[in-house]
């Protein structure tokens, strides 16, 4: 039997590393085999462009550049990662996917949605998440909570954080758009709410899952 694949979306400082490390260790405990990973990044050539993507000025990418070198990373991604994992009944948890490209670049960014949706389908391998988690939060906390990593001098991937409230507005909306668009996989979580709570309701939608594994 396939595996399942989890994806956790949300803005800056909504918590996704935290709960990422408690859904593992959930469903580590429920003996599935589980492997977590993060974009852009997670194969060796992804964290390559990771560096080139992260650092740097804020206008350091013309957008359209930008997403295909997201897409040059989710593509190791999916063929040297996530499909054998899935094949071979594995699950995979990834900190962000190509729900971010939609949101941040096309919604933010400009680039055609449509387009991107058409890359994906191109470079996917039939790959698509089984749940989506959003982690929502409005801008002006979610800034607040990650100036603390903006302020740590040894953390210089902030190309993103840098960019304007207005910015970050856009990503929210964006977020809570495709939600509603596609209300099978979406499932959106208040990132304000206790850590408890946000847990429980993810594995709510999770749990019928482990019964069937
Ligand atoms: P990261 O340090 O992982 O930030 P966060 O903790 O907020 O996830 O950096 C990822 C940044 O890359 C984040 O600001 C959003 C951006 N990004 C895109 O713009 N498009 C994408 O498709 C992905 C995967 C990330």
Redesign the pocket.
Known sequence: MKGRFITIE?????G??TLIQKLKASLESNRIDIITT???GGTEQGEQIRQL??KGPTIRWDALS??LL?FAS?RQLIINLIKPALDAGKWVIC????D??V???GYAGGISIPLIRQIYAAISEGVMPDATFILDIDPVIGLAR?SKRLTDESND?I???NKSLEYHQKIRDGFLKIAEEEPNRFNVISAELMPEEIFLRLMRVIEPWLKTK
Do not use: N
């Open positions: 949300g803005g800056e400082g909504s996704k590393t993060r974009e852009p993507l992260l930008e997403a997201l989710r900190d962000r996917f190509f971010s490209t949101v941040y670049q990650a991937e190309r993103f954080e």
